[in-house]
């Protein structure tokens, strides 16, 4: 088995890995590191949390630590995200495993004042991470230039057309020098997409980790038919559980995810929301007590989905499954992070039939029907063709075993699910 030391890394960033506990690459890791060592450009497809931070982050560090100091000169490095929170995790990475190098990081994101990070670039950092948004007022106002930059990530390429920011992405490439080296990162590679890296790239070394459109295996993936005017019961109940340590619950509205949150809060289940009309400073609070545990459970939209990375997620629960497929890929990679075990529970009402329908075409999975809990709706599992009485009702538990069984209210849908941490691997967090 690879292990990090048989990579050509400078020493402080190998011992920066081993203070971290980490030995093994993951699979992305193994492939692209020697890559990027090795100057190529880079264009590589894998799910979310697989470690494509430390993918980058590692030989860029080491590229930059090899060359004669810069220091005062400006940024020979850019890593643009498309969310806030995306950007301060890789902000992090680069902090952790550059800690003992002479390196200084800056990150650039919209909804905090634009005075600090003007502070910053005027120290001339070697490393800029930053959202499209916010570089282009930056740049528009003069305070940054990327004529020296020498190494160009495009993180979560996927995401940024989703959100509508490939032609600043093609704006912001174009102030950078075309002698560069290019590391392309995508969970997906839609046509949009392809074409994108298609103008950024020379010759890349193309590497996939992972089927498109799949799920990590380590993902128990369910799907529980109810009326809609149950689900907050539902819900409820589920969270009770006491195998459910640390939850993520996604709705498609910023209003939903306010509602169930100040709800669940008032049943004693401490929660929070996140959401895109949330301020930054509100968002990383939020994210700050989830990850600490000061609350169990975090309720969240799409728009923010890649950005919530906290280790030990043992439950996604989509009270409303995403009317895009593809949403429903990027919640469920929020569990299960770097080999850990996690589950994947969809309540699905008469209305989201279709939506779960196009879920199981993209994944080429059907979902495990569990219909043995008081609120299961047969009319909504007969419209699927998952009639309760029939050997598709299945319960998700018993460490990962699926089993038949009868359908009854009294069982609990939840017991007997562990939870596992997976040790020497570097989580996407990192």
């Known amino acids: 088995m690879q292990k990090f030391d048989s990579f050509p890394l400078h020493p402080s960033i190998l011992a920066a890995l081993k203070d971290e506990g980490y030995e093994t690459p993951t699979p992305i890791q193994q492939k692209a590191i020697p890559q990027a060592l090795f100057g190529e450009d880079v264009l590589g497809t894998a799910q979310t949390g697989t470690g494509k931070t430390a993918a980058f982050a590692l030989p860029i560090l080491h590229l ?34 550059g800690r003992e190098l002479k390196l200084s990081t800056a990150v650039l994101v919209g909804g905090v004042p634009v005075k600090p990070q003007v502070t910053q670039l005027r120290k001339r950092p070697d490393i800029l991470v930053a959202t499209p948004g916010r570089l282009l007022d930056l740049i528009d106002q003069g305070e940054v230039r990327l004529t020296r930059i020498r190494k160009f990530v495009l993180d979560e390429a996927d995401r940024m057309l989703d959100m509508g920011f490939i032609r600043d992405v ?36 193309r590497i996939e980790v992972a089927p498109q459109s799949t799920v990590a295996d380590n993902i128990t993936q369910s799907v529980m038919f109810v009326e809609k005017s149950n689900k907050r019961a539902l819900l409820t109940k589920m969270l009770r559980e006491p195998d459910v340590v640390r939850a993520l619950v996604f709705t498609r509205t910023k209003h939903r995810a306010n509602r169930i949150s100040r709800q669940l809060s008032e049943r004693g289940i401490l929660s929070d929301a996140i959401h895109g009309n949330k301020t930054q400073k509100a968002r990383q609070q939020a994210l700050s007590k989830f990850d600490r545990g000061s609350v169990k459970v975090l309720v969240a939209t799409d728009i923010v989905a890649r950005g919530i990375d906290v280790d030990g997620i043992t439950h996604v629960i989509n009270y409303e499954l995403p009317n895009d497929p593809e949403s429903y890929v990027h919640r ?22 279709e939506y779960l329908a196009e879920i199981e075409k993209l994944t080429k999975l059907k979902l495990t029907t569990i219909g043995d809990h008081e609120f299961h709706c047969e009319r909504t599992a007969g419209r699927y063709g998952r009639k309760g009485h029939s050997s598709e ?7 990962g075993v699926t089993k038949k069984v009868r359908k009854t209210s009294g069982r609990k849908w939840g017991r007997g699910r562990r939870r596992s941490e997976a040790k020497g691997t570097v989580r996407e967090r990192r």
Do not use: W
């Not at 469920?332 to 039939?353: F, K, M, N, P, V």
């Open 332 to 353: 469920i990679g929020r569990t299960a992070r770097a080999g850990a075990a996690g589950q994947a529970l969809s309540l699905c009402d008469i209305d989201e039939i």
């Open 170 to 205: 093609r704006k912001i490439a174009s102030f950078v020098p075309k002698e560069r080296q290019t590391l392309f990162f995508s969970a997906t590679m839609p046509p949009e997409v392809e074409k994108l890296a298609n103008t950024l790239l020379t010759e890349p070394s």
């Open 64 to 97: 930059l630590s090899e060359e004669r100091p810069h220091s005062g000169k400006g940024a020979r490095a850019l890593v643009l995200t498309p969310t806030r929170e995306l950007a301060l995790q890789v902000e992090r990475s680069f902090k952790t495993y």
């Open 393 to 399: 009702v299945r319960n998700g538990h018993s460490n």
